[in-house]
C-alpha cells in the first residue's frame, strides 16, 4: 500500500485535500477515479485535466510512489500580467516589486 495526498481547488479560494491509500503500482487515473470527492466535484473528464506530481505535469498512466501529491490544476482565467494590471488599476498605486528600487537622484 502506498499513501499519498491529493490537492485541488474547485474554485479560487477553496483548496481541497485528500489523504488516499492506494495499492501498490496506482496510476493517478486509479487515485482519482477511486476519490469520491473529486469525482463527485469535477465537470470535466479525467483526459481534459492539467495533473502533476510535485509541482510537474504527468500523464494519467503516472505511476505513484508513496508520499506523492497530486495536484489537479485548474485553467487560468485570466492571463497573469493582467490580473496584475487590474489590480493596479483598482488599487491606483505603484505594484513594488522585488526589483532594485528606483535611484531617487
Known amino acids: 500500500m502506498v499513501r499519498v495526498e491529493l490537492v485541488w ?14 495499492e501498490e503500482g496506482a496510476t ?12 463527485a ?9 492539467r495533473l502533476g506530481v510535485w509541482g510537474r505535469v504527468r500523464p494519467l498512466d503516472t505511476p505513484l510512489r508513496e508520499r506523492d501529491r497530486i495536484e489537479v490544476y485548474r485553467p487560468l482565467t485570466v492571463d497573469p500580467k493582467e490580473a496584475r494590471r487590474q489590480r ?18
Open 88 to 105: 493596479y488599476a483598482k488599487r491606483g498605486e505603484r505594484i513594488v516589486s522585488r526589483h532594485r528600487p528606483r535611484h531617487a537622484g
Open 28 to 39: 493517478l487515473e486509479s487515485a482519482l477515479r477511486g476519490c469520491v470527492d473529486f469525482m
Open 41 to 49: 466535484a469535477q465537470h470535466l473528464p479525467l483526459e481534459q485535466l
Open 9 to 22: 481547488s474547485p474554485r479560487a479560494g477553496d483548496v481541497q485535500h485528500r489523504w488516499l491509500t492506494l
